[in-house]
């Protein structure tokens, strides 16, 4: 018998508010294992009270799902914001740093100053951002203002993902946000990389055209008959 999941709960902030922080907010990074697409960073804040939260179990929600929800989640968030890493930045400065910069980014756009927040996961890449960090695994299917992040996050960077498959259709994009798949891997070795791949992965030594990240496009019917005599 499949044990039911808890919804996510105000548990976290509110021990956090019990030792004296005003402003608790939720942290949570998408995109950090992604082949191309930016990093993104979410933070959240939610309210303090007991107002039913619009949000379940982040890790059930299905992709059509939280692009429903999204609008409701964000109006419900006391504040929110996504900052945001470029892959390019990805490259130049490492995944650790990348980290530190969209969360600086996503911090500037709050509109607010956290005194204390929830991340995701054992890597602290908040401090010394916010004066106090907690981290909890798992944390965006246990502590509402990290599910909420988790959200936003991933809606938006998924909107973005969207918006470049228009540009890069052979990367099928608009699937795999940009993560690694086979199709995704079988692209790269027919096209190379394109302008918004991560070229530092260890992956991208094999794929043509390696180096500097150029971007691909599909063949011209001229092109296409010339290759194919």
């Known amino acids: 018998m499949a044990t039911e999941r808890r919804a996510p709960t105000r548990e976290a902030e509110d021990r956090l508010r019990a030792d004296g922080h005003r402003i608790v907010a939720g942290v949570d990074e998408v995109g950090k294992g992604a082949w191309a697409g930016p990093l993104a960073v979410g933070i959240a804040i939610v309210p303090d009270d007991d107002t039913d939260a619009p949000i379940r179990d982040s890790k059930t929600i299905t992709e059509k799902a ?9 109006a419900w968030c006391t504040a929110w914001s996504v900052g945001m890493a470029s892959p390019q930045e990805c490259d130049e400065w490492g995944m650790a740093e990348a980290q530190r910069v969209a969360t600086k980014r996503a911090l500037a756009a709050l509109g607010t100053t956290p005194d204390a927040a929830v991340v995701d996961g054992s890597w602290n890449f908040v401090s010394p951002l916010v004066p106090r960090v907690q981290m909890m695994v798992k944390a965006d299917t246990s502590c509402l203002s990290v599910a909420a992040a988790s959200i936003l996050a991933k809606v938006t960077r998924d909107r973005l993902m969207r918006d470049l498959a228009h540009d890069f259709p052979m990367y099928r994009f608009e699937g795999n946000k940009g993560y690694p ?14 302008s918004v791949h991560r070229t530092s992965w260890a992956f991208m030594d094999g794929v043509p055209w390696p180096g500097a990240p150029r971007r691909a496009r599909e063949l011209t019917l001229f092109e296409y008959r010339s290759s194919n005599p």
Not at 66 to 74: L, P, S, Y
Not at 181 to 194: E, F, V
Request: aromatic share 14%; charged share 20%; hydrophobic share 35%.
């Open 66 to 74: 939280r692009e429903k929800m999204f609008d409701t989640v964000a």
């Open 181 to 194: 798949c086979q199709w995704h891997r079988t692209a790269l070795a027919g096209y190379g990389p394109s």
